[in-house]
């Protein structure tokens, strides 16, 4: 895709975002006058088959999770100026990072924290993730994993300069998952001086 037609691409999606937003009730993780915001996030009843996460965290249906949502168009807004698609990767993954005890804390004061099991997201990106401490499982309804891989191509349009659709066919959607308790775990650091 060509740079100048991708620039108007993220600029329709960012102005259209808002909307989006609205529409699926997804709150920032932090306060908006804040620049690194890189999860927005919303409670969601778990409508899967049950999963038993590495820790013995148990998920059955019905169980409240926090699904998150990477900021996709304002990483690859902000991150556009970048031609090198290895080295967007690298600090949009180091952002996703250091965002992580942010989330822990936001779990640890939510009015619902002792009801949360743990964390969602859903992605077509296959590796990286497990570094973070996500567990991935695919989910069981072949139509929501195609409709969810359909709804994500323009996010693999728009994010990198080596854009191959035979390899983005080869990739499978994926739940990401993350217990509360794995979650406080790893990224504590924040509520250690609690």
Do not use: C
Not at 27 to 43: G, K, M, N
Not at 159 to 178: P, Q, V
Request: hydrophobic share 40%; proline share 4%; aromatic share 12%.
């Amino acid at each position: 895709m060509r740079m100048s037609m991708r620039k108007f691409f993220l600029k329709v999606w960012y102005a259209l975002d808002p909307l989006y937003s609205a529409l699926i009730r997804l709150q920032p993780l932090v306060p908006a006058s804040q620049e690194d915001i890189v999860f927005r996030t919303r409670l969601t009843k778990f409508n899967g088959k049950n999963v038993l996460l590495s820790d013995g965290t148990e998920i059955h249906k019905n169980d409240i999770l926090l699904k998150i949502h990477l900021y996709n168009i304002k990483l690859l807004y902000n991150h556009s100026h970048i031609k090198n698609d290895l080295v967007k990767g690298k600090m949009m993954y180091k952002k996703v990072r250091n965002s992580m005890p942010d989330l822990a804390d936001f779990i640890k004061n939510h009015p619902k924290e002792s009801e949360i099991k743990g964390i969602i997201g859903i992605t077509t990106i296959n590796n990286g993730f497990h570094l973070l401490g996500f567990e991935s499982k695919y989910p069981s309804n072949k139509l929501y994993a195609y409709f969810k891989k359909v709804f994500q191509m323009p996010i693999y349009l728009l994010s990198g300069s080596n854009i191959s659709m035979a390899e983005f066919k080869n990739r499978k959607t994926a739940y990401l998952l993350m217990s509360k308790e794995q979650l406080y775990k790893k990224y504590a650091k924040k509520m250690a001086t609690d």
